[in-house]
């Protein structure tokens, strides 16, 4: 059976979100790390990994609305090369344009402010996952 993490990738914080039937995803955890120190966030997604028997990752990939990558998308692809180094899973790239500013919008209309920092990224790593998982058509 398919196991699922979504990841969104900052420079100092990785949301993580799981599915584990394929189906929904669920917020799972923010991971801190240095900033743009992305060899620790791997260091602590490795167990996760391991932990919850994840057979796919997908990993935001930010592009410009022209569809251009920058900076932050080559960063992206360079986080999937790393995965791939380090365990053998299926690692997606997914376009998540606009996924923060869909996060932002519900958040102000649904969450105290004092809450919304701490669960922006786990939000926006279930978004991009929920994303993937709808467009299969499971």
Not at 56 to 79: A, C, W, Y
């Amino acid at each position: 059976m398919k196991r699922y993490l979504g990841l969104d990738l900052g420079s100092k914080t990785l949301g993580v979100a799981i599915s584990e039937s394929g189906l929904i995803a669920s917020v799972y955890k923010t991971i801190r790390f240095v900033e743009n120190n992305y060899d620790d966030a791997l260091e602590q997604l490795v167990p996760v990994i391991d932990e919850n028997k994840i057979t796919t990752v997908i990993l935001g990939l930010p592009k410009h609305m022209n569809n251009d990558l920058g900076i932050r998308g080559e960063i992206s692809t360079q986080f999937k090369a790393k995965i791939l180094e380090k365990r053998n899973v299926e690692v997606i790239l997914w376009d998540e344009r606009l996924s923060t500013q869909a996060v932002k919008k519900v958040m102000v209309q649904a969450i105290r402010r004092s809450k919304q920092k701490t669960i922006k990224d786990e939000l926006a790593a279930v978004l991009i996952l929920q994303n993937y998982l709808d467009s299969k058509g499971a």
